[in-house]
């Protein structure tokens, strides 16, 4: 606690002087006795003690008077994040092949389309202060979830996707401009767009190289991933991926292009995009002061009703 006009105590010197006016300054008594010494072999009663109290409530009455004067206060210290943040959009690939089951944890065998949900898990979590999007495509783009902050939610729509759900080709042209649709009226300081696939654009109506030219007049950067498993009898299903398109897409909105050949390396991939892409904080710190007077002022109340009530009694009334 802290007083914000602590030179206002030096009132209380002013107490012992009010006590003496008050209490000290005896009017002539209305009895007159010749010889005292009688009345002092006397005991004396309890109101004669209690008496002896009505100074002491006055005295700590004026003092909670001063302290309440000077304005005590009590200090929160408090906390404001400002965070410049990034909106991003994710493009996860649902096509047949995504059920290739080539990636794999220390325990058991993963499909692509798991081992991503795996990692998508984790990067989501990762990006607190960002607005996060999903679309799964394949023949066709289909809105999983728009931007948000609400990333539990987020992370329950991304169960719903499944290998083959949106047909058995491949549109990711048509996958970028359903992302860039998202993007379009985003204030954000950055706006990008996470695009996975195990394939090459073989359906839509926009090609991917037109696409990503739309996206980097609107200032939309787009990371591509490839992910396929180099095992050697999954070598066909390795090789449909367009990497020289991907890494077209990338370059031209500024970005980059990786490619992950297991679930360790998928991961890196995200983890290293989060660090690309981070989020700008500012934490400022202030102090907001609570007032404390309140209590002082209804204590010095109480006591200075409680003196003049007892004042009116027989405690104030003793010869």
Not at 121 to 137: N, V
Request: proline share 4%; glycine share 6%.
């Amino acid at each position: 606690m802290m007083l914000r006009y602590p030179w206002l105590l030096l009132l209380a010197l002013l107490i012992p002087a009010l006590l003496y006016l008050r209490f000290a300054r005896r009017r002539a008594p209305t009895l007159k006795f010749s010889d005292t010494a009688l009345l002092a072999r006397l005991p004396a009663g309890w109101a004669v003690a209690a008496a002896r109290l009505l100074p002491v409530l006055y005295g700590l009455a004026l003092l909670a008077l001063v302290v309440a004067l000077a304005r005590p206060q009590k200090g929160l210290t408090e906390s404001r994040v400002r965070t410049e943040a990034v909106d991003i959009v994710l493009l996860v690939d649902v096509s047949p092949s995504m059920e290739t089951p080539d990636f794999s944890t220390v325990t058991r065998r993963l499909n692509r389309l798991d081992a991503a949900k795996l990692v998508l898990e984790k990067f989501i979590q990762s990006r607190e202060h960002d607005r996060l999007g999903m679309i799964g495509f394949s023949a066709l783009p289909y809105t999983l979830a728009p931007l948000t902050l609400d990333h539990g939610w987020l992370l329950q729509r991304m169960l719903q996707l499944r290998p083959s759900m949106l047909g058995d080709r491949t549109a990711i042209g048509d996958a970028i401009a359903s992302a860039i649709n998202r993007l379009r009226d985003s204030r954000a300081k950055s706006k990008v767009v996470v695009l996975l696939t195990d394939g090459m654009n073989n359906w839509g109506t926009l090609s991917p190289e037109n696409a990503a030219q739309a996206a980097k007049a609107l200032g939309i950067k787009i990371y591509t991933v490839g992910a396929s498993g180099r095992e050697a009898r999954f070598a066909m299903q390795d090789a449909e991926v367009d990497e020289a398109a991907l890494k077209k897409i990338a370059n031209l909105t500024g970005a980059m292009y990786f490619r992950a050949a297991d679930l360790s390396g998928l991961q890196k991939i995200y983890a290293q995009i989060d660090r690309m892409e981070k989020t700008d904080m500012e934490v400022e710190h202030f102090t907001r002061f609570q007032e404390m007077a309140q209590p002082w002022t209804l204590g010095a109340l109480l006591l200075l009703g409680l003196e003049m009530l007892c004042a009116l009694t027989r405690l104030g009334r003793l010869p």
